[in-house]
């Protein structure tokens, strides 16, 4: 029987919180940002809150070129809301989270869709965590058609399929600062931002299950860790 790739996933979240939740210790906040909106979606039994809504416990550094949006969208419905919006740049933003030091997981989704003139096969660009380089000239679309080239499943195949990029974070600082860098001439998006609290003694536990479908990357900050750059 054939998972759509969005159920995998979706399974993957609901394993992972769920190892969270039983411990009781998940003291620290967690953020879920739907990005490019001021509104809230709930989706799959989370409030994810609009990176452009008031009172969301973080600040953008600007609010990039409009929020973009699309009716288009071919994967499971429960993630429409989260998906159909993104915020799209063409120049460097921060999105600065106030949250308590300590070690996280970030998730950021990438549902490519392109907008007015903005081809999302042209998008190019880095992020970095508080000064750490997480990803350089990444394009979403070349990432997912890479990983259908390899997956040997005959699931969809469509490079307008979400894809979730996942790292752990050691932060030894009270505000997590994820930075968005277009390469030149090009642009960048996201469409939700999400940072969950780890607790330590699971990380090992948590990070197997996780990367399980290949779809992840961990991390290894063991050695590096994340530095402040102030
Ligand atoms: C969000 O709300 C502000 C103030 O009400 C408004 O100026 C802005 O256009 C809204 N943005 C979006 C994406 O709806
Ligand atoms: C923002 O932080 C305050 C204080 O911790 C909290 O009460 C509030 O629920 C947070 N807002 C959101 C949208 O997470
Ligand atoms: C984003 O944050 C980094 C690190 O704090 C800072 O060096 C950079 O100037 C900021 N960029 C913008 C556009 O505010
Ligand atoms: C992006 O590239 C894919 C695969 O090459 C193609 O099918 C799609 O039409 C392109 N999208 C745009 C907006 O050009
Ligand atoms: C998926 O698409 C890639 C190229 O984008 C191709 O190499 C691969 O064979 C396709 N996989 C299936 C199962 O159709
Ligand atoms: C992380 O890096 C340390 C030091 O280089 C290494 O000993 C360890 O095996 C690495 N762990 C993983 C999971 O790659």
Known sequence: MKVPAMEVMGLIF????????????AETKSFLINCGTNSSANVDGRKWVGDFAPDNNLTLSSVG????????????????????????????????????????????????????????NDSSFDVM????????????????????????????NSSSLPLVKEYFLAIDLDVIVIEFNPTKGSFG?????????????????????VGGNGANSFLNVSKRGIRNHV
Do not use: C, M, W
């Open 14 to 25: 609901l394993v992972t919180i769920s190892v969270f939740v039983r411990t009781g210790e």
């Open 65 to 120: 070129i409009e929020a973009a949006s699309t009716v288009a969208f071919s994967g499971d419905s429960i993630f429409a809301s989260l998906y159909k919006t993104a915020r799209i740049f063409t120049d460097s933003l921060n999105y600065t989270f106030r949250a308590n030091q300590g070690n996280y997981f970030l998730r950021l989704h990438f549902h490519p869709f392109s907008f007015q003139n903005y081809n999302v």
């Open 129 to 156: 965590a508080n000064g750490l380089k997480l990803v350089s000239e990444f394009n979403v679309p070349g990432e997912i058609s890479h990983k259908n080239s390899i997956s040997q499943s005959s699931e969809s």
């Open 189 to 209: 998006f996201v469409n939700a931002i999400e940072l969950v609290p780890v607790v330590n003694t699971l990380f090992v536990d948590t990070v197997s299950r």
